[in-house]
């Protein structure tokens, strides 16, 4: 037995030294451990979101910086694996598509905090943004189709290049949840009910009403003092509690600007289910209609389908045909339809102006990104309001819908 190491000299011992990485190296080893931890971080914790309309006016303002919890109602899996990290569908310098879409993954959310609950404010895919014109995404292409081309998609696609996009990498929409699966919805002259009760009435929310002094037109100053936003003669957006303030005042009539039932105003031609026949609906009155929810069964009928065709063609992926009077799923004759999955309804604040579910639908639950958490920076762009809004940074949406 040796008593004594043999100690190692010239080439043996330079082969145990550890060679130093280049500083290039260690530059790029960190850059891809920062770009995998924020990944998993945006993926599975939260992510950060801007307001960009006014839909959601007055809680959530234009650019509005906020964080929006994955943990709320649990991490979606990517179902879009093969994409380039950190963004969402479009590549940041050359807008190209972000993502390969012929590798897909079936949906599945892990274990979160809770559900999605009445009156959440909710980030969520845009259920109508699976097909879009590539000239121009912002726009709906549903509502091109409808009233360009009278629904004739071979003449849009002659003239316009589409982008067909998978459930994850539709754009992200914001707005409040008002409906769960289950939930009856109506709108009866400006004001929801769900469930045959009046919704809350949040602080902030906006309806377009007309004031008179008297009954004359000439609006005082007292208007002008409570910070309301005119968009015409006599005519303003009021959030509910400016609508409070000025009904002290009796010299005022504030009447609000409503579409009469059973009329279809030009503007409103897209409203949901996009069939005037069956369904006289508007923007002030709307319904009622009940929410799909997974495991219900509906009868099916001519009448109806118009509520349904989406959620069993486009959402739950079945060959719908309509044929003499009949309706056939997968082929085969189908007088009822069960539902796969739990489906919302999703209004914004700024009701008069705010193009959401009473336009498009039902959003289904894989659809669903996470729950708005708080604002940690915003500003205001224009006006004399412009710079930092001091106020607003780090506080929770809840309390900033008070």
Request: some cysteine; overall charge positive; hydrophobic content about 35%.
């Amino acid at each position: 037995m040796a008593l004594f190491k043999k100690k190692e000299t010239g080439a043996d011992a330079s082969k145990n030294i550890k060679k130093k990485k280049p500083v290039w190296r260690e530059w790029l080893d960190a850059g891809v451990f920062a770009i995998v931890a924020a990944t998993i971080i945006r993926t599975l914790v939260f992510e950060a979101y801007t307001i960009p309309t006014g839909s959601m006016e007055g809680s959530m303002l234009v650019n509005d910086y906020l964080f929006v919890s994955k943990l709320s109602y649990g991490p979606r899996i990517p179902m879009t694996p093969l994409a380039v990290p950190l963004v969402h569908n479009s590549l940041p310098i050359t807008g190209g598509v972000s993502y390969i879409s012929s590798v897909q993954w079936n949906y599945h959310r892990l274990p979160g905090f809770g559900k999605v609950e009445r009156n959440d404010v909710v980030v969520f895919n845009y259920p109508a943004g699976d097909t879009v014109v590539a000239d121009n995404p912002a726009d709906d292409y549903y509502r091109i189709l409808r009233e360009d081309f009278g629904g004739d998609r071979e003449a849009l696609k002659s003239r316009y290049k589409l982008l067909v996009r998978p459930v994850d990498k539709k754009e992200n929409y914001i707005k409040r949840c008002v409906g769960l699966p289950g939930d009856k919805i109506e709108v009866k002259d400006g004001i929801l009910w769900v469930n045959d009760q009046p919704s809350v009435r949040f602080a902030h929310q906006r309806l377009i009403y007309t004031i008179l002094v008297n009954g004359v037109g000439s609006v005082p100053e007292t208007v002008n003092d409570v910070d309301v936003e005119q968009i015409g003669p006599n005519m303003y957006f009021l959030e509910n509690a400016q609508y409070d303030e000025l009904k002290k005042n009796k010299t005022l009539t504030i009447i609000p600007y409503i579409y009469p039932k059973g009329t279809m105003p030009p503007q409103d031609a897209g409203i949901f289910p996009q069939d005037s026949v069956n369904f006289k609906f508007n923007r002030d009155n709307f319904g009622p209609i009940i929410i799909p929810k997974e495991g219900v069964t509906v009868p099916l009928t001519p009448q109806n389908i118009a509520l349904y065709r989406r959620v069993i063609r486009n959402y739950e992926l079945n060959k719908l045909e309509e044929r003499e009077g009949k309706i056939f799923i997968n082929d085969k004759e189908a007088t009822s339809y069960t539902f796969k999955m739990d489906y919302y309804w999703m209004m914004g604040d700024n009701r008069d102006n705010s193009l959401d579910s009473r336009y498009w639908g039902y959003v289904p639950v894989d659809h669903v990104v996470g729950k708005a958490w708080f604002v940690w920076f915003s500003y205001h762009k224009e006006g004399i309001t412009k710079g930092i809004r001091w106020r607003r940074l780090f506080h929770s949406v809840h309390s900033l819908e008070k």
